[in-house]
């Protein structure tokens, strides 16, 4: 049974910084692309940082050069580190697991539970 778990969501100020994780089971995580997305209420789902199976990571225009995507193989689990964080980053952030490329896409597979981002001016 594929299970993905985010945590790390919170609170933060303007400029400030987090660290979403997504703990992957139930499946062979190394091959697999995995990505973030987010949802802000009101807009449709975006996504915000792919990696692939060799650690190729792709962004979002709004996330480059603040955002972070990494993987760790070995601990099946998938990062983001969020830096300069904006108000217009407020929303709730899903980590998606999809088995073949291309990476980059909307339809992932297999969802997690979300884990919330709030950003405060």
């Known amino acids: 049974q594929v299970q993905l778990v985010e945590s790390g969501g919170g609170s933060v100020q303007t400029r400030g910084s987090l660290r979403l994780s997504c703990a992957a089971s139930?499946?062979?995580?190394?091959?697999?692309?995995m990505a973030w997305f987010r949802q802000a209420p009101g807009k449709e789902r975006e996504g915000v940082a792919f990696?692939?199976?060799?650690?190729?990571?792709s962004y979002a225009d709004s996330v480059k050069g603040r955002f972070t995507v990494s993987r760790d193989n070995a601990k099946t689990t998938l990062y983001l580190q969020m830096n300069g964080l904006k108000p217009e980053d407020t929303a709730m952030f899903y980590c998606?697991?999809?088995?073949?490329?291309?990476?980059?896409?909307?339809?992932?597979?297999?969802w997690g539970q979300g884990t919330q981002v709030t950003v405060s001016s």
């Open positions: 139930g499946f062979y995580f190394s091959p697999y692309c």
């Open positions: 990696s692939d199976r060799y650690d190729i990571t």
């Open positions: 998606a697991a999809h088995s073949f490329p291309p990476c980059q896409r909307s339809n992932y597979t297999y």
